[in-house]
């Protein structure tokens, strides 16, 4: 059964960092796959965060996140990592990691994998 667990999630202050990790099992190999996070805050849509691309690992972010947020994988642990430094109150969402068999996709409905998010919540 595949599986996709977030962890790294907590209350932070503003400025802070953190870094989220996903860890994949149950024979999802991560590099066959296009890997992004998402993240969900309250009363809002899921949002796409960062994603990493099917063939070439070509990383592509959400404009609220871009150069604040790093995403990065090791395919020898089959693990999925975002940074995000400079954290404001806006990031405050639970983070989902998720698998797309599809590619370069921002789109939620490409996804067919998702763990089952970590919060992420900052004060001002």
């Known amino acids: 059964q595949v599986q996709l667990v977030e962890s790294g999630g907590g209350l932070v202050q503003a400025g802070d960092s953190l870094r989220l990790s996903c860890t994949v099992s149950?024979?999802?190999?991560?590099?066959?796959?296009?890997m992004s996070w998402f993240r969900q805050a309250p009363g809002k849509e899921r949002e796409f965060v960062a994603g990493?691309?099917?063939?070439?690992?070509?990383?592509y972010y959400a404009n609220s996140v871009t150069g604040r947020a790093t995403i990065s994988r090791d395919n020898a642990k089959n693990m999925v990592y975002l940074q995000m430094n400079i954290l404001k109150p806006d990031d405050t969402a639970v983070y989902y990691c998720?698998?797309?068999?599809?590619?370069?996709?921002?789109?939620?409905?490409?996804?067919?994998?998702w763990g089952q998010g970590t919060q992420v919540t900052v004060s001002s």
């Open positions: 149950g024979g999802l190999i991560i590099s066959k796959y296009a």
């Open positions: 990493l691309s099917l063939k070439t690992a070509r990383t």
């Open positions: 998720a698998a797309s068999m599809t590619g370069s996709t921002a789109t939620a409905a490409d996804y067919n994998y």
